[in-house]
């Protein structure tokens, strides 16, 4: 974002001083653009944020559900619109970071075509295991998987899912190879570990949770950062393996690149405030997602981190783009 100086008064590239368009933004309706259809658990997640960001912002928050193209429809449309806060993305780490190395061709950049505002939320992964495998921790599955090269199978959502992503991550710092089994989504992953059809899974924690309270899986460890208050006795990955990073598995607010510093401080600041309303992450407990609500500098910061990491990861397993 260019701006030029009159006297004292910082001007905006568009003539109108940046306090100016703080005080006057927004003066119409926001639309937010997403990837998920309506109704999906995505679309759920963005509106739980939409609602109580429109009160705080004092105009309607529209909520436009682009689906398609794994995101591209979406994400490109507000690449492509102009930096005033008028239209924005509730983008998923799947398509902004995971997608540039996966796939062929991209016609954006995820660093250079757009703004961070703030991380919504970020997904709770589990590694689970049939009991019935007879380890107990993510130490002893390391020390079998050792034991056994290549014999030891894990299944996922997918090729380049987070889930994958982790998967192989921890092979190459155990050094230690596992089968990798994609399915088309996790729950199918799950029902294989609880038949004994599959000894381990990468499984998000709102499908885990009441099986690993019946004993029908093991949790072994949570792809968090931190432990997670849900599981507070299963350890992090990182815990058991020294340099393990967590790949990323999020939901956050974009707008185009060059976005007015004032108004970009305005939009970040009703969102991170919508986002720790008491009400608002009540809702995303109930829905089992945790609330981040991060600044647009840690936004940022995160996307640069995320995509060293998942260059390094996809580089060293060979995994090919589409």
Known sequence: ????????????????????????????????????????????????????????????????NRAGAGGVLAADAVARSAPDGYTLLAGSSSTQIIRIFLSKSTPFDPVKDFTPITQITESVPTIVVNPKLGVNSLAELIDYARRNPGKLAFGTSGIGSDHHLSGEEI???????????????GAQAL????????????????????????????????????????LPDVPTVSEVIPGFEVPPSWTGLLGPAGMPPAVLSRISGEAIRALNLPETRARYVESGQEVVASTPEEFAAKIRRNLELVGRIVKAAGIQPE
């Open 1 to 64: 974002m260019f701006a030029v100086t009159m006297g004292s008064v910082f001007l905006s590239a568009w003539g109108m001083p940046f306090e100016s368009q703080a005080q006057s933004y927004p003066a119409k309706p926001v639309r937010i653009f997403t990837q998920y259809v309506p109704g999906s658990s995505g679309d759920t997640t963005v509106r739980m944020m939409a609602a109580p960001l429109g009160e705080l912002l004092g105009q309607p928050v529209i909520i436009e």
């Open 191 to 230: 029902v294989d570990v609880i038949s004994g059809q599959l000894p381990m899974a990468f499984v998000i924690h709102t499908q885990t949770l009441p099986h690993i309270r019946s004993g029908k899986v093991r949790a072994l460890a949570v792809v968090k950062e931190k432990r997670f208050p849900l």
């Open 171 to 185: 092979k190459q710092l155990i050094k230690v190879d596992m089968l990798h089994i994609p399915y088309k989504a």
